[in-house]
């Protein structure tokens, strides 16, 4: 009678032992699902966006090293790679809205998808290949706003390292009411900050992109996290001062911190003394707001919270990244809101 390990162990052999180092599909991918239909039921969308994928851009760490990212262009094309940011560039849309995410993979030989993580829509629109497929051309994904609130989306191929690979973005659902408030009936803001806290395993980084999928042992259970980061930005120092995450507010304005937990373990947020107002939670309204000084989320939790300072003051947010079964503190970023 076989342990599971080792029939784990001869499902690896006979998977092949080890990955394409090119990713090519020649290269023998397993369990990518290629060849997008047309939208089925496509209608004339109130917006669209177009995504082409980048697969060589990089982050600067604190340390001098520099770590390899993929993610999602601004535009179609994909071809080449260029221009990429990370995290990926925002999709905003007014709640009601019919939108088109038009996904371009043209020329490359790798596959991806988009999934708006936390929006319902048909199968075929979700972006998850193992229900529906890969993206080896080009596919327009069609869905509806149909909820206020923070969002994100992410590529679901060969899910476990194209996420860590930092091919995610941010996605905003505002109310008709528009930007500068949470959500009907909601808070009103006047500055705005979106956190997405993750951490990279750097090991993982120069995996190709089906490392794993033939059974192959890559080490893609194993995350042993050495950065950490807000929002693209190095949480060591980097983001203490990178005005794309810290904040600078005066005492008479409201603050909405849209917060994304875009990692693989726990994270806890210290807002440095700070009393902030949780509205919302993965794109719903709580019944009551709830006041806090701390908030705790796994991975893929959105929480948005409105901060009204009392006082003038630096105020030190540290985020922990917390072992996902002890609560050990693995990693910390830190950043800063300043009010004047
Ligand atoms: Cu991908």
């Known amino acids: 009678m076989f342990k599971l390990k080792e029939l784990?162990?001869?499902?690896?052999?006979?998977?092949?032992?080890?990955?394409?180092?090119?990713?090519?599909?020649?290269?023998?991918?397993?369990?990518?699902?290629?060849?997008?239909?047309?939208?089925?039921?496509?209608?004339?969308?109130?917006?669209?966006?177009?995504?082409?994928?980048?697969?060589?851009?990089?982050?600067?760490?604190?340390?001098?090293?520099?770590?390899?990212?993929?993610?999602?262009?601004?535009?179609?094309?994909?071809?080449?790679?260029?221009?990429?940011?990370?995290?990926?560039?925002?999709?905003?849309?007014?709640e009601g809205q019919i939108v088109h995410t038009n996904l371009t993979v043209n020329g490359m030989m790798w596959l991806h998808t988009i999934h708006h993580h936390g929006i319902e829509p048909s199968t075929e629109n979700d972006g998850v290949g193992h229900y529906s497929f890969d993206v080896d051309g080009t596919y327009t994904y069609q869905w509806k706003a149909a909820h206020a609130g923070t969002y994100f989306y992410h590529c679901h191929t060969n899910t476990v390292l194209h996420a860590e690979m930092g091919m995610y973005g941010a996605l905003i659902i505002d109310p008709p009411e528009g930007a500068g408030t949470l959500f009907s009936g909601g808070p009103d803001y006047d500055v705005e900050a979106i956190w997405a806290c993750d951490e990279f395993d750097s090991s993982w980084h120069n995996l190709p992109w089906d490392a794993g999928t033939c059974g192959a042992d890559v080490g893609l259970n194993k995350l042993d996290p050495d950065y950490f980061l807000i929002t693209g930005v190095d949480g060591a120092q980097s983001a203490a001062t990178n005005p794309a995450v810290a904040v600078t507010m005066s005492q008479q304005q409201t603050?909405?911190?849209?917060?994304?937990?875009?990692?693989?373990?726990?994270?806890?947020?210290?807002?440095?003394?700070?009393?902030?107002?949780?509205?919302?939670?993965?794109?719903?309204?709580?019944?009551?707001?709830?006041?806090?000084?701390?908030?705790?989320?796994?991975?893929?939790?959105?929480?948005?919270?409105?901060?009204?300072?009392?006082?003038?003051?630096?105020?030190?947010v540290t985020i922990e990244y917390l072992d996902w079964v002890t609560d050990e503190v693995i990693g910390t970023a830190q950043t800063r809101i300043t009010v004047t």
């Open 8 to 94: 784990v162990q001869m499902r690896n052999r006979g998977g092949g032992g080890t990955t394409s180092s090119g990713g090519g599909m020649g290269g023998g991918a397993c369990y990518t699902y290629p060849d997008a239909p047309a939208t089925i039921g496509r209608v004339t969308p109130d917006v669209s966006f177009n995504r082409g994928i980048y697969m060589n851009g990089s982050v600067q760490m604190d340390d001098g090293n520099s770590v390899r990212v993929w993610g999602f262009t601004d535009g179609g094309g994909g071809m080449g790679g260029m221009g990429g940011q990370f995290p990926s560039p925002a999709i905003r849309v007014t």
């Open 255 to 316: 603050l909405l911190v849209r917060y994304i937990n875009a990692g693989y373990l726990a994270q806890r947020i210290d807002f440095g003394g700070l009393e902030v107002e949780i509205h919302m939670s993965d794109g719903r309204a709580l019944p009551q707001p709830e006041t806090v000084t701390e908030i705790q989320s796994v991975s893929a939790e959105r929480y948005d919270c409105i901060i009204k300072p009392q006082n003038t003051g630096v105020y030190t």
